[in-house]
């Protein structure tokens, strides 16, 4: 567990320094373009190596790993009614389940589609192809008085006599 907190706890002090760093010289450049995004990423780099820069590091990194690491664990069960960040599997295998609402769509067996469905997929595929040609110029810009939609009723057309 201290391994695993002082890993985080040094990602969170690299992010927090090159988030700061990364902003000075986002600011400098739209104030004075490259040089002053130079200028402005030399600055925060020397105020993060001030005594202060480095607390205000320290402080943010202990946040961050307090949230992260300090996260409730799951292995005993419980309840959660609100937004939390917790450990989950730590003791094993574990289960996830809301208590309302419908179980995830995500389980539900997703249907072949049939031979069918994909030969018509196949054929209004063929048939935007053939409206997109007609309506479009060559830089793919629309034609004048044409829209989408002019396009998507040709198609179904062109469909339909395949």
């Given at each position: 567990?201290?391994?695993?907190?002082?890993?985080?706890?040094?990602?969170?002090?690299?992010?927090?320094?090159?988030?700061?760093?990364?902003?000075?010289?986002?600011?400098g450049?739209?104030?004075?373009?490259?040089?002053?995004?130079a200028?402005?990423?030399?600055?925060?780099?020397?105020?993060?190596?001030?005594?202060?820069?480095?607390?205000a590091v320290?402080?943010?990194?202990?946040?961050?790993t307090?949230?992260?690491?300090?996260s409730?664990?799951?292995?005993m069960g419980?309840?959660?009614?609100?937004?939390?960040?917790?450990?989950?599997?730590?003791?094993?295998?574990e289960?996830?389940?809301?208590l309302?609402?419908?179980?995830s769509?995500?389980?539900?067996?997703?249907?072949?589609?049939?031979?069918?469905?994909?030969a018509?997929?196949?054929?209004?595929?063929k048939?935007?192809k053939?409206?997109n040609?007609?309506?479009?110029?060559?830089?793919?810009?629309?034609?004048?008085?044409r829209?989408?939609?002019?396009?998507?009723?040709?198609?179904?057309r062109?469909?339909?006599?395949?």
């Amino acid at each position: 567990m201290a391994i695993q907190k002082r890993t985080v706890k040094n990602f969170y002090r690299a992010l927090a320094a090159s988030a700061y760093v990364a902003g000075a010289t986002a600011a400098g450049a739209a104030l004075g373009g490259p040089a002053g995004a130079a200028a402005a990423a030399s600055a925060a780099t020397a105020q993060l190596a001030s005594p202060l820069g480095v607390a205000a590091v320290e402080i943010a990194a202990e946040t961050g790993t307090e949230y992260a690491v300090g996260s409730e664990k799951m292995a005993m069960g419980g309840i959660v009614t609100e937004p939390t960040f917790a450990m989950i599997g730590e003791a094993g295998p574990e289960m996830v389940i809301p208590l309302t609402g419908m179980v995830s769509p995500l389980l539900k067996p997703k249907r072949k589609r049939s031979r069918a469905a994909k030969a018509s997929d196949k054929k209004l595929s063929k048939a935007f192809k053939q409206a997109n040609a007609r309506y479009r110029l060559k830089n793919g810009s629309l034609r004048k008085g044409r829209t989408q939609a002019d396009i998507a009723k040709l198609a179904q057309r062109l469909r339909k006599k395949m």
